[in-house]
């Protein structure tokens, strides 16, 4: 199947090939068609299997001149689950709305800076992705309208439930016409997703393109058992001896995102952490050097384990396990994505062996683990 038999708008064709986008992947194609239908829909897809666009092109194709009156209404709503994802879901919008003749206004809102620029440029705005909390303020001041939503989209719902964000989303639903496009898209399915998909969908499409237990095998999986005082050394030997470019390495807590990142930097590897207490500017900066290759090493803590859209990463580490398989499982899929293949090492201690093989158990599939302790890890 090719783009231009899914009757998208035909400069949004021409954008896709200009991008290198050949083909549509599986949730594009069983996506696209429904959502120019007007139909409601519930994907079950992960970060990588190219979401973003099964929503975004159709959602535009739609957009056939220009917003006539500039006001504070908006036509199509996409909440998100982190400033991060937000900004990317932009990015993606904008890339392709600049190919279309008439100006289609993308706008993205999210927490953790000043309110008053993104107050002052609500206005004529079609299309505005945003996250949860943001929007209510936003709301409250008058700053939007969101009584002519046409298409809400929900994306990374589980995400947005498993922060705590169930309370804003109903307000906000609250706030919204009844008669409505919803578009719900979850990593997973389960009995939260379940409820909210009952409470909003309105005899949806569903389409699972889950894989079957949830890794896919584009990820090199593997591990190395290591003692606690030589997880940091053994860390710095992996990406010196194996040459590692760009690497995405998980830690469980802020303080050790600093630690570890600190360590790196005295030993050399040009590294940073990426936690909540940093600025919104500065999370981007970083993001932004790491996703183009002027950052070695980016430290992260699981709230940026989702959402961090780079292309063609080849390397993920887990310093630490995160406690939960699915939190395993989203982690790793920064890497392996858009039909790459990539690498995910996990350094594992004592301590952590049993809890590794829940995981392994969790996603079925078994992962070599390589004694690291005659590893010579002098001068690292
Ligand atoms: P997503 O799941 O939306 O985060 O997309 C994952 C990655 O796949 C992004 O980097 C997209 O740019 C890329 N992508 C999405 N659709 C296609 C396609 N049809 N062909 C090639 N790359 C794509």
New binding site residues.
């Given amino acids: 199947m090719s783009f231009e038999s899914l009757a998208l708008h035909p400069l949004l064709v021409d954008q896709l090939l200009k991008q ?6 599986d949730i ?1 194609q069983r996506a696209i068609p429904e959502i120019l239908k007007n139909n409601d829909l519930l994907g079950i897809a992960a ?7 099964s929503y975004v092109l159709p959602l535009l194709s739609r957009f056939k001149q220009a917003k006539q009156s500039k006001d504070r209404k908006v036509n199509v709503l996409v909440l998100v689950p982190t400033r991060e994802l937000a900004v990317q879901v932009n990015e993606v919008f904008q890339l392709f709305s600049s190919a279309l003749p008439h100006a289609v206004k993308t706008m993205a809102v999210f927490g953790g800076v000043s309110i008053n620029p993104q107050m002052k440029a609500l206005y004529g705005v079609n299309i505005l992705v945003a996250t949860p909390g943001r929007l209510l303020e936003l709301k409250e001041s008058n700053a939007v309208e969101l009584g002519s939503i046409e298409t809400l989209v929900l994306d990374e719902a589980d995400k947005m439930l498993n922060l705590g964000f169930k309370d804003e989303m109903d307000r906000i639903f609250k706030l919204l016409p009844q008669k409505r496009q919803n578009l719900l898209f979850s990593a997973t399915l389960n009995e939260n997703i379940d409820g909210l998909q009952k409470v909003l969908l309105n005899h949806p499409t569903v389409i699972n393109i889950a894989p079957t237990h949830d890794t896919p095998d584009l990820i090199n999986q593997m591990a190395y058992a290591v003692s606690d005082e030589r997880k940091g050394p053994l860390l710095r030997y992996l990406i010196k001896t194996e040459e590692l470019n760009q690497v995405l390495v998980f830690v469980s807590s802020i303080q050790r995102a600093d630690n570890v990142a600190n360590k790196l930097r005295a030993n050399g590897i040009d590294a940073w952490p990426i936690h909540s207490k940093k600025s919104q500017g500065a999370r981007t900066d970083l993001i932004t050097k790491f996703k183009y290759g002027k950052l070695r090493v980016l430290v992260a803590t699981d709230l940026l384990a989702r959402g961090i ?1 780079i ?1 063609f990463l080849p390397c993920v580490v887990n310093y630490e396990l995160p406690r939960s398989p699915k939190d395993y499982i989203h982690r790793i899929g920064r890497t392996g ?2 039909e790459n293949p990539g690498k995910a090492i996990s350094l594992i201690t004592p301590d952590e062996q049993h809890h590794f093989g829940v995981i392994q158990k969790k996603i079925g599939k078994s992962i070599d683990v390589v004694e690291s302790k005659d590893f010579d890890l002098k001068g690292f």
Avoid: L
């Avoid at 290198?20 to 992947?25: L, S, V, W």
């Avoid at 970060?47 to 666009?53: E, I, L, M």
């Fill in positions: 290198g986008f050949t083909k549509p992947y594009q970060t990588g299997s190219g979401k973003t666009a859209d292309e994505r858009a």
